[in-house]
């Protein structure tokens, strides 16, 4: 590959890092981050085609299903077909009283169901132009995000220091003393974090010798550090798999196992580290921020439950047709109870899952069904991998977003879909790399 394709590439995983973490509700800056995709796609045609040609049959036919889904949901039924689908009474009388009944797409919001579709150039780009590089040029990639990370951590510290009153980015939001970074959601922000620290601790490094180890333990601490200061939980939880996944590593590498000596040393090392590490924060911690990130585990979780007993209702109500890609904040007005409101609008579901079966029903519940098995199929087979750390790691940030998913919604920013996408391309291209011993 070319030096400009191949910055082209980091340039559009920068831009959706950088200016994509807002969700739908900032259209100007998912613009630009499409408008950049695109420009990337124009530029690198013959990678586009390769991907097609070369990708497994699987995974071509994934997307195709994935792009097909929403734009169904855009296709005029008539009347005697979207009338009689399951949850369209409300619509149905509203559309009579208004005038006669005419044809009408499954989604009940053709505009969101268009914004969710358009949202899929991002995730597109990114693994048809990730697909056709080098396992290096991908590690570089990751460094790239690992590095971001860090522009996230110190973007982060003013903004904690200053209460949130400097440079927030979506200031819609304010929650005094939380690191944002470059998004929304501290939920978003915290697992964008793991997602750092899982790369960090797998791939190779560029730097050779011991400073190498050095640039990792100090990045690993200010990746950790800056987790906290998200005061997600789900991220302060969620970082656990890779610290545990780096400690397994060590346990299982067979180079270690071949000198017991050496796999004595690291851990002893590592476990004085680690045990170092927890009792700094735990005395630092005590009346300070880090301790009120620790406190939020003691605070209850009322709030999501009750938008998933209602969110509940509403998958039945549009089940098996759903109520169309991206509609769910729109038909939930109408099924939230009255009892569960509060002063703030639900927006998402907070689990993944069940807005997706909200918004696509069967067919959206067969399609995250059928990608949890192509993840699943290629984690085993990279087992036999030339180095199947690197490719893990991507399986482990796609095993991340979707245990965030359960609680929140990783993936309804561009920052998040071209995550996903490029920890796709790792586990995929990673994984085809064989051993040859």
């Not at 290629?378 to 399986?395: K, T």
Request: with cysteine; hydrophobic share 55%.
């Amino acid at each position: 590959m070319t030096a400009p394709k191949t910055s082209s590439f980091f340039i559009l995983l920068a831009v959706a890092i950088l200016i994509g973490g807002g969700g739908v509700a900032y259209g100007f800056a998912n613009l630009a981050v499409q408008l950049t995709a695109l420009v990337v796609l124009a530029f690198n045609g013959k990678a586009v085609a390769k991907f097609w040609k070369t990708a497994p049959p699987a995974i071509r036919l994934l997307i195709i299903a994935t792009v097909l889904l929403p734009a169904f949901h855009l296709i005029p039924l008539p009347v005697e077909m979207w009338a009689t689908l399951p949850g369209r009474e409300l619509a149905v009388d509203a559309r009579a009283t208004l005038g006669s009944l005419q044809w009408h797409p499954l989604s009940l919001d053709r505009a969101r169901t268009l914004v969710a579709l358009i949202g899929l150039i991002v995730p597109l780009a990114i693994l048809a132009l990730g697909w056709t590089y080098s396992m290096s040029t991908l590690v570089t990639a990751g460094w790239v995000v690992v590095a971001l990370g860090l522009v996230n951590f110190a973007l982060g510290v003013p903004q904690v220091l200053t209460d949130g009153s400097a440079l927030i980015p979506y200031p819609e939001n304010p929650m005094p003393g939380v690191l944002f970074g470059t998004f929304a959601n501290r939920n978003s922000a915290g697992v964008f974090l793991v997602i750092c620290l899982t790369l960090l601790l797998h791939l190779p490094s560029p730097i050779r010798g011991k400073k190498s180890q050095l640039v990792r333990w100090v990045t690993g601490i200010l990746l950790c550090l800056a987790i906290l200061l998200t005061q997600s939980r789900s991220a302060m939880a969620l970082s656990l798999l890779p610290l545990v996944s780096i400690v397994w590593r060590w346990i299982v590498s067979p180079r270690l196992h071949s000198n017991p000596a050496k796999f004595g040393k690291h851990a002893i090392v590592s476990a004085l580290i680690g045990v170092a590490l927890v009792g700094a924060l735990l005395i630092a911690g005590d009346g300070t921020r880090v301790q009120t990130s620790i406190d939020r585990f003691d605070a209850g979780n009322e709030a999501r439950e009750f938008i998933w007993e209602d969110a509940t209702y509403s998958a039945q109500k549009y089940w098996p047709a759903g109520a169309g890609m991206g509609t769910f904040d729109e038909v939930f007005q109408a099924d939230e109870s009255l009892e569960n409101l509060s002063a703030k609008r639900a927006g998402r579901a907070h689990n993944d899952y069940l807005e997706l079966l909200i918004e696509a029903g069967l067919a959206g519940a067969l399609l995250i069904l059928c990608w949890i098995v192509l993840i699943m199929t290629a984690g085993w087979r990279a087992r036999n991998a030339a180095q199947p750390w690197v490719a893990w790691s991507g399986g482990m940030i796609l095993a991340v977003l979707a245990l965030q998913s359960l609680v929140d919604y990783p993936l309804r920013s561009q920052a998040g879909l071209a995550i996903a996408a490029f920890a796709l391309v790792l586990l995929m291209r990673g994984g085809s790399q064989r051993s040859e011993t």
